[in-house]
């Protein structure tokens, strides 16, 4: 019996490189992107508003990111 591959975790370290600041990179992965091609693969106003959702939900003690900081991911 083979043994089943294992599918790699994303990492923040993956985001970081991109220009993500590292306090929003574990954000991001909780937000389903597995990957800085799926994050790039998305509309820069959808990231946005779904990672301030986030920060609002769980209450998190980060800055809002402004939409100019997202668009600035995909330069």
């Given at each position: 019996m083979r043994p089943e591959k294992?599918?790699?975790l994303p990492k923040p370290e993956d985001f970081?490189?991109?220009g993500v600041p590292a306090e929003w990179a574990e954000h991001i992965i909780q937000a389903g992107?597995?990957?800085p091609a799926d994050l790039i693969s998305v509309k820069p106003t959808k990231?946005?508003?779904v990672?301030?959702?986030i920060r609002k939900k769980n209450k998190l003690q980060i800055?809002?990111?402004r939409l100019e900081e997202v668009v600035a991911w995909f330069d």
């Amino acid at each position: 019996m083979r043994p089943e591959k294992k599918k790699e975790l994303p990492k923040p370290e993956d985001f970081i490189g991109i220009g993500v600041p590292a306090e929003w990179a574990e954000h991001i992965i909780q937000a389903g992107y597995a990957t800085p091609a799926d994050l790039i693969s998305v509309k820069p106003t959808k990231i946005h508003q779904v990672l301030n959702g986030i920060r609002k939900k769980n209450k998190l003690q980060i800055p809002a990111l402004r939409l100019e900081e997202v668009v600035a991911w995909f330069d």
